[in-house]
């Protein structure tokens, strides 16, 4: 797995969109991207981020339950956004098609990846979101 290359705090609710649009700038072309976090520590607030900035109008939420949401972007292309909470194993990542979403050039992003780590290509991005004392956020 690749690493983020700079670290990027969010001290604030009023800093998602900043914070959102740094991301975007350091992964650059990077289309797969696993979420590392405790649960609240903001992964789906986060892609509620990066989809608004990317120009996404539907509905952002957890795909807790579907396992994989795709939204559309403005040119057409899509991002997929993968909750893999509830996965029993990693042969249900497998059933939805996973290398499909994968390999087919769009945003995946992705949260809960230690779910399926042993499925994932060796250059998706692993992306830490850590809660600090202050309520703020570091990703790293």
Same mark, same amino acid.
């Given at each position: 797995?690749?690493?983020?290359?700079?670290?990027?705090?969010?001290?604030?609710?009023? %800093?998602?969109?900043?914070?959102?649009?740094?991301?975007?700038? +350091?992964? *650059?072309?990077?289309?797969? +991207?696993?979420?590392?976090?405790?649960?609240?520590?903001?992964?789906?607030?986060?892609?509620?981020?990066?989809?608004? +900035?990317?120009? +996404? %109008?539907?509905?952002?939420?957890?795909?807790?339950?579907?396992?994989?949401?795709? @939204?559309?972007?403005? !040119? *057409? !292309?899509?991002?997929?956004?993968?909750?893999? @909470?509830?996965? &029993?194993?990693?042969? /249900?990542?497998?059933?939805? *098609?996973? @290398?499909?979403?994968?390999?087919? =050039?769009?945003?995946?992003?992705?949260?809960?990846?230690?779910?399926? /780590?042993?499925?994932?290509?060796? !250059?998706?991005?692993?992306? &830490?979101? %850590?809660?600090?004392?202050? =309520?703020?956020?570091?990703?790293?």
């Amino acid at each position: 797995m690749k690493h983020l290359e700079r670290e990027i705090f969010i001290r604030s609710t009023d %800093e998602l969109e900043r914070a959102a649009r740094d991301f975007l700038a +350091v992964i *650059g072309a990077q289309r797969l +991207v696993a979420f590392y976090a405790p649960m609240g520590a903001g992964k789906t607030t986060f892609t509620t981020a990066l989809c608004k +900035v990317l120009g +996404v %109008e539907d509905p952002v939420c957890s795909p807790t339950f579907t396992l994989v949401n795709e @939204y559309r972007l403005p !040119d *057409g !292309d899509s991002v997929f956004h993968f909750d893999f @909470y509830r996965l &029993r194993n990693a042969a /249900e990542a497998l059933d939805i *098609g996973l @290398y499909d979403y994968l390999d087919s =050039g769009s945003l995946c992003l992705m949260e809960w990846p230690e779910n399926i /780590e042993g499925l994932l290509p060796d !250059d998706t991005l692993a992306v &830490r979101i %850590e809660v600090l004392p202050d =309520g703020s956020r570091r990703l790293f």
